[in-house]
């Protein structure tokens, strides 16, 4: 059977000869004594076998570099006949016979040969990497095992025999290795990091603190013993300061940085990360030092203060950022940047005083339109319409004097279409909306998103605007008039909804361009519209439709499962329309719900109850649960 399966992997053998060094000129076998002028005419029979022995394999050598691998590997096989203890011989002619595709006889010779010799560390890495190329890693582990026992001290062979562990994907085994070698082998180096890059995988997959915290410090132990091997490798020293570090050993990370500085004194990472440190320390003076000498030959230096409030802040030290950035406006006060991040942190503990830094703010730097709009998005965010539009209206006004030709951002249109929407402003939220939707058309989802969670009172305000949008320049906009049929949806018109509907289709129709807003979304809510409006062929078309746009639309499915649910009708097809619902959201209570309606109506009363439970679990009081739970109880007899 090995014979069968040899075979199969002759490629894998020729390459793996081709790596073993064929083509290589490795120095022929030991010649004979003395030279050829003292040679009697009759050699002794030991020197005329290694004559022999010696041509053969220079005649393999001229064949090979001529690619003649036949007439090669049989030079090599009578040269190996002559003298079968000849390690490199045997490997030679095993590597020519991998490259002829004659696995099964490589493998011979080389097994031949290591009953001679079975302590032959070429032969046994030949055979591990032979074994290893056929899948049989057991017999791999147990070569590189002898390995290890014949020479303890060689980390070569140690490394090869974790990676025969980790191929056979035995974790612990490697692990066990690596820590038996590095009180074995000389240098320890390589294996020490192997074990580090184990630690580091252990700190990511780590399951709480505390075994975190393990491999962390398991980490550090081997970095340390590494740096002392090798006291100059930049890597090693800036892993352990990291690790030093984030394990709260300040003083061992900033010694580990400052290594790192003796050799690269102008690396900025380093002096970066020495400003954390000495920040985690309390040691500001120290920071300020550093990071002055980081700025002090920038052409445009950063302000000291905002560097280190962001190291605060990284730190989750929020009080002593604030404490800095108060330092950077009182120094830099005409830098609307500063007062911003200020008053950003204070917003969301004490929005009055957030709103103090930016009147101050606006004294050190008048008719900022950055501080305006801040101040106008405050309001915004208070309900203060009237004045969140007057301070928007400024911040636009300020820019344009300062320079006319540079728009302001999609958001800061739409904010502005917000506040005049609330103030009931028709033209003039539409005017905004319509600026901000040229620039980014995903702002009118946004829009609509907040006319549908709005009040009755902005919800009809939106309708208004989305209508004086739709009609802008006398061309109707088929994508504001499906956006504005949803909305007749949710304020239950649904006769001007579906008129809505129909207009968009029939823009499409005559208008290609147009047909960009027959989308999966279009469809669902022209069927719901149609559902509610008792147009139930028509509806089951819609939401059909907008199925085979988008089978993945589950909200559909669900809604088409639920009504022929409803009816008692097409209860097959509900039932696999629900199905590829659930497996789309599976914690969906009104999906569970119409799965339990489904098996109710087809009489499979048991399923019902258990899925209805679970709608129920997820969303517990649902009114039309807890209906449809009580008819599945009452049929059961509970």
């Not at 064929?22 to 050829?36: A, N």
């Not at 038996?180 to 020490?192: F, S, W």
């Not at 003076?285 to 190291?311: G, R, W």
Request: proline residues 5%; contains cysteine.
């Amino acid at each position: 059977m090995r014979g069968a399966r040899l075979g199969g992997l002759a490629l894998g053998i020729v390459l793996f000869g081709v790596a073993s060094g064929c083509r290589s000129l490795p120095s022929p076998p030991p010649p004979m004594e003395g030279g050829l002028v003292l040679l009697p005419d009759t050699l002794p029979p030991e020197a005329e076998r290694a004559a022999k022995v010696h041509a053969l394999y220079s005649i393999g050598i001229h064949h090979e570099l001529a690619d003649e691998y036949d007439r090669a590997a049989d030079a090599y096989r009578q040269a190996y006949e002559l003298d079968p203890d000849q390690e490199r011989l045997a490997l030679r002619l095993a590597s020519m016979l991998a490259l002829q595709r004659q696995p099964e006889e490589a493998l011979r010779t080389v097994e031949d040969f290591r009953v001679r010799q079975p302590t032959s560390e070429q032969a046994i890495e030949w055979l591990a990497a032979f074994y290893g190329s056929t899948g049989e890693g057991e017999r791999v582990i147990r070569l590189y095992t002898q390995l290890t026992e014949q020479n303890p001290k060689n980390p070569e062979a140690w490394i090869r025999l974790a990676a025969a562990y980790k191929r056979a994907g035995d974790t612990n085994a490697v692990k066990s290795t690596l820590e038996k070698a590095v009180t074995q082998a000389q240098p320890p180096t390589l294996l020490q990091q192997e074990l580090v890059r184990m630690h580091l995988a252990g700190m990511q997959t780590a399951k709480d603190e505390e075994q975190l915290q393990q491999e962390r410090q398991q980490a550090i132990r081997l970095l340390q013993q590494i740096a002392e091997n090798l006291p100059g490798d930049l890597d090693t020293l800036n892993l352990l300061g990291e690790l030093l570090f984030k394990n709260g050993q300040l003083p061992e990370a900033v010694a580990a940085y400052e290594k790192v500085l003796r050799i690269q004194p102008r690396d900025t990472s380093v002096k970066q990360r020495l400003v954390q440190v000495y920040l985690a320390m309390n040691d500001e003076e120290q920071a300020m030092n550093i990071l002055a000498d980081l700025t002090k030959n920038q052409k445009s230096p950063i302000n000291l203060h905002v560097y280190i409030a962001d190291m605060q802040l990284q730190a989750g030290r929020t009080n002593r950022a604030m404490e800095q950035l108060q330092l950077a406006t009182a120094e830099e006060p005409t830098e609307p940047a500063f007062w911003l991040k200020l008053a950003a942190l204070q917003a969301d503990d004490n929005p009055k005083q957030a709103e103090a830094t930016l009147r101050k703010a606006l004294q050190n730097i008048p008719g900022n339109p950055q501080i305006l709009e801040v101040m106008g998005l405050m309001r915004l965010a208070q309900n203060r319409y009237k004045q969140a539009a007057e301070f928007l209206q400024q911040a636009y006004d300020a820019a344009m004097a300062d320079d006319p030709n540079e728009p302001m951002t999609p958001l800061f249109y739409y904010h502005i279409a917000l506040a005049s929407t609330h103030l009931g402003q028709t033209e003039r939220a539409a005017d905004w909306l319509e600026r901000a939707m040229e620039m980014e058309p995903g702002i009118l989802p946004l829009y609509m998103q907040r006319a549908i969670t709005g009040t009755k009172s902005y919800r009809r305000n939106a309708a208004k605007v989305l209508r004086a949008l739709a009609q802008e320049a006398g061309q109707k906009n088929a994508s504001v008039l499906a956006h504005l049929a949803v909305l007749n949806v949710y304020q239950k018109k649904m006769a001007q909804a579906i008129q809505g509907f129909d207009e968009v289709l029939a823009l499409a129709q005559t208008d290609p361009l147009q047909a960009t807003a027959l989308t999966p979304w279009f469809y669902f809510w022209f069927g719901v519209a149609l559902d509610e409006a008792k147009q139930g062929e028509r509806s089951v078309e819609m939401f059909e439709k907008c199925i085979e746009l988008a089978p993945d639309y589950a909200e559909a499915r669900n809604y088409l499962a639920y009504v022929w649910a409803l009816q008692g009708i097409r209860l097959d097809e509900a039932l696999r329309h629900i199905q590829v619902a659930l497996s789309e959201d599976p914690y969906n209570a009104a999906f569970l719900d119409t799965l339990g309606w489904v098996y109710y109506q087809m009489g499979e009363y048991e399923d019902a109850l258990d899925v209805l439970q679970q709608a129920d679990e997820l969303r517990p009081d649902d009114p039309e649960i807890m209906d449809h739970l009580e008819k599945a109880r009452e049929k059961l007899g509970r």
